[in-house]
């Protein structure tokens, strides 16, 4: 289980802001309140089995446990559920783009987001076998190099920074050769810098070593 999340988290549980989930303003107070259910024992109890109720739709692609089932498809299992959260949002209001993910994120409750959120974060993320053992030794070096002090040392994620241990290697790739397309001056994501120097064989390397973690 992921432990409690600072002191904010701590005030938010113990009764600080009371307002009612569903009567959240705006995103910034929502990721409050997230925080104060993963910071209490109940809560998040009760929010990760009305998650599990309402993700079977999710399951289709992304697995009930959160462990894809498509190579193109991101694992959700042990993401953090601040950052699971907020793509939600970015899905929701447009700052991405996917068809089926936009209608979801537009078709659920505030509640149901940060419950899916919730109950996505605290399943267990698999490794999967490493098709190119020398590929990802290589993979090893340039993330440590490039990734490790947003990632974290194994890949594992930190809030808002994603987890990139156990993804698939199609999506991996698919995802860095996104960002090495965009425009760093027109894009706020740190990425498009950081994979705009990455070369193909890099970028294949990086996917062959985090599938692996």
């Known amino acids: 289980m992921i432990s409690k999340i600072g002191v904010k ?7 600080v802001f009371t307002a009612p989930l569903a009567t959240a303003s705006s995103t910034d107070d929502a990721m409050a309140r997230l ?3 993963m910071a209490d024992d109940a809560r998040r109890q009760a929010s990760y089995e009305a998650g599990h109720e309402r993700i079977k739709f999710c399951g289709y ?6 462990n894809s089932k498509r190579d193109y498809i991101p694992n959700l299992a042990g993401q ?3 950052y699971l959260f907020e793509q939600f949002e970015q899905f929701r209001d447009g700052t991405r783009e996917d068809y089926v993910m936009t209608k979801l994120a537009q078709s659920l409750s505030l509640e149901e987001r940060i419950n899916i959120a919730v109950y996505y974060s605290q399943q267990t993320a698999k490794a999967r076998e490493v098709q190119a053992p020398a590929l990802a030794s290589a993979g090893e070096k340039l993330f440590a ?3 490790s002090s947003c990632h974290g040392e194994n890949g594992q994620g930190f809030q808002n920074m994603p987890r990139l241990a156990g993804q ?5 790739e698919t995802a860095l050769k996104r960002f090495k397309k965009m425009n760093p001056a027109a894009s706020s994501s740190p990425m498009t810098a950081i994979a705009s120097g990455l070369s193909e064989q890099d970028i294949k390397a990086l996917a062959a070593y985090m599938t692996g973690q």
């Open 9 to 15: 988290s701590l005030l938010l549980a113990l009764g």
């Open 35 to 37: 925080e104060a259910i």
């Open 61 to 66: 692609c992304h697995g009930e446990d959160g």
């Open 80 to 82: 953090h559920p601040l």
């Open 145 to 147: 190099q490039r990734c």
């Open 168 to 172: 698939p290697t199609e999506y991996t």
